[in-house]
């Protein structure tokens, strides 16, 4: 199907296949009033070439969301075997032939208050989604005053619905301030992620990328390029903490992450990067993890789902 019609679509709700209007949650949930939820974005990469689509590191991202329902406290998790095979059969079911973003949700339902850890139940939307435009141009950022969360206050670490409103505040003003988004720093003043991507920079030919300490999601996608670019391009990324006055000295800078791909960054705060163009890395880099995800290049961790 090729369709930006929702209605069309069939949703995993409550355990059942149904029309997408009919997926709905009650209003006084903890859900909707506390946004008492976790969930994942996997990307589903459609082939006209061999007419499969390429599901991405599956397993990953599900065990990442049982990690996210345990910090929740939830009373019922919601296990990577369980959602697998609906999730897969979501994808059939839809007819989909062009990619797509999936997004596993499990919430808290009911009439609860804010720590209410149940009744707890959980939908799977799949939708069309192609590449961003940026991933192509490139993105002009801003270097938020807004922080990322600490892990004190809410742990980036858990892909919870309610950590998105601190980026919220972050993306916002980027685009009123004339960005494209942006990118915020930690608690101690270190470069930690932009809205829904984790970044690396590249300086003296060395790529580098906040670690998992900086107040991070553990994004599955920059596992994935520390990888290519030391197997594909024969570079060691450097995992380590990444001070705002380097962002200004890097020859190259990209965002990652699942729905952001690769997306070059050409300034940050009206500074050039580099020479302001999409660099020799980052080029590379976006060659390799394509027809990684395509289904074009072998795939020796067994990452790929075909369906
Ligand atoms: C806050 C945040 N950081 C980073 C990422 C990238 O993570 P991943 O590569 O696992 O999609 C995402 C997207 O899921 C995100 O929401």
Not at 97 to 125: K, L
Not at 145 to 157: C, H, I, T, Y
Not at 290 to 295: C, E, I, S
């Amino acid at each position: 199907m090729a369709t930006t019609d929702y209605n069309d679509l069939l949703v995993y709700f409550d355990g059942d296949f149904v029309p997408w209007a009919e997926a709905t949650i009650h209003i006084f949930s903890p859900a909707v009033k506390y946004g008492a939820g976790v969930f994942e974005g996997i990307r589903g990469y459609w082939s006209d070439a061999d007419e499969r689509m390429h599901l991405f590191r599956v397993a990953d991202h599900l065990r990442r969301l049982e990690y996210s329902q345990k910090m929740m406290r939830f009373d019922r998790i919601f296990t990577a075997d369980e959602i697998t095979a609906p999730l897969n059969e979501l994808i059939r079911r839809n007819k989909f032939r062009e990619s797509v973003h999936i997004r596993p949700t499990v919430y808290v339902d009911g009439t609860g208050e804010s720590a209410a850890q149940g009744p707890v139940n959980s939908f799977i939307v799949a939708i069309p989604r192609g590449t961003p435009e940026y991933v192509h141009s490139g993105c002009r950022v801003q270097v938020s005053s807004w922080q990322r969360s600490a892990d004190l206050a809410m742990p980036s670490r858990v892909k919870a619905n309610a950590n998105y409103n601190n980026s919220r505040f972050a993306a916002i003003q980027a685009k009123v301030d004339g960005y494209d988004t942006a990118l915020m720093l930690n608690a101690r003043g270190q470069v930690a992620e932009g809205p829904g991507m984790c970044i690396f920079i590249v300086r003296s030919g060395v790529p580098s990328t906040p670690s998992v300490t900086s107040s991070i999601l553990e994004s599955i996608t920059r596992a994935t390029l520390i990888d290519l670019l030391r197997d594909e391009l024969g570079l060691v990324c450097a995992e380590r903490e990444i001070d705002r006055s380097e962002l200004y000295d890097a020859e190259e800078a990209f965002f990652c992450g699942t729905l952001w791909e690769i997306t070059p960054i050409t300034e940050f705060d009206g500074i050039p990067v580099g020479n302001g163009t999409i660099g020799p890395v980052t080029k590379q880099l976006q060659r390799a993890y394509f027809d990684l995800v395509k289904g074009v290049a072998p795939d020796p961790h067994g990452w790929r789902t075909t369906l």
